[in-house]
């Protein structure tokens, strides 16, 4: 199969997602079981992605689904009646340690070689745009990707996993999904959205999260480490790269 395009995902795709988490919850809870941190936060993305629904949907305010998430999630391990004031302080110094957030190396190696050889890339992402975007600039994307192909879903009134949103990404960037890999770490929004829209799905399982059986045999590369993902890549794309 020839590729000739690729679009990735941002959070815990272009950086690490979890180190900032893992900053905060030690901070703001600090009784809570820190070894446990890969449940906690894996349960954290889960009750967003629950939510996020609702948001795009107007349903719920970005204020309503942060304080919902960090409830649901601190009670699943143990810290009851959380706040409203408790939850939004956590986002706050959640917020401030994002903002020290910065691309994984590996993922910079591999975007450097594919620009160095004029592969088109897009990003397509969920999220408010103000906060993807201050994201994206933290961590020096914008050094690789055009403004023009980085896609955040509040602008299209869609969200992952919906079909939409990828289809909508496809004719905005003027890819061919026949021909297009889709990179991210989340299978059900991710992996199942762009493969069920006619994408080659690579999922960046970094987090050794596990899926239902019958989802085993859907069409998908795997991989789980930064280094897998570039050399994945690199290698479909036929370009040769020696990284110390």
């Known amino acids: 199969m020839t590729y000739k395009n690729i ?4 959070d815990d795709t272009l950086y690490d997602h979890q180190l900032p988490f893992k900053r905060s919850v030690e ?5 809570i079981d820190i070894q ?21 949907k107007k349903l719920i305010s970005i204020e309503e689904l942060r304080i919902f998430r960090c409830q649901k999630t601190m009670e699943e391990f143990g810290i009851d009646s ?9 986002q706050a110094d959640y917020e401030y340690e994002l903002d020290q957030i910065t ?3 590996e993922i910079r190696q591999l975007l450097q070689a594919l620009h160095e050889n004029q592969i088109p890339i897009g990003i397509l992402t969920n999220g408010p745009v103000d906060l993807q975007s201050r994201k994206l600039k933290l961590i020096g994307a914008y050094q ?3 403004k023009e192909n980085i896609i955040i879903s509040q602008t299209t009134g869609y969200s992952k996993p919906q079909q939409e949103i990828f289809d909508y990404t496809a004719k905005k960037l003027n890819f061919s999904p026949s021909e297009s890999l889709y990179i991210g770490d989340t299978f059900i929004n991710d992996i199942e959205g762009s493969y069920n829209a006619g994408w080659h799905p690579i999922w960046f399982n970094h987090r050794n999260r596990q899926i239902a059986k019958e989802k085993e045999e859907m069409p998908a590369y795997e991989v789980f480490s930064a280094s897998e993902l570039r050399d994945l890549v690199l290698g479909l794309f036929d370009i040769n790269h020696d990284f110390k």
């Open 27 to 31: 901070k703001c809870f600090p009784t």
């Open 82 to 90: 959380i706040s409203r004031t408790e939850a939004l302080d956590f």
């Open 7 to 10: 679009v990735f995902d941002l």
């Open 144 to 146: 690789y990707f055009k």
């Open 103 to 105: 691309m994984i190396p």
């Open 36 to 56: 446990q941190i890969d449940n906690i936060y894996k349960r954290f993305r889960n009750w967003s992605d629950v939510a996020f629904p609702k948001y795009t």
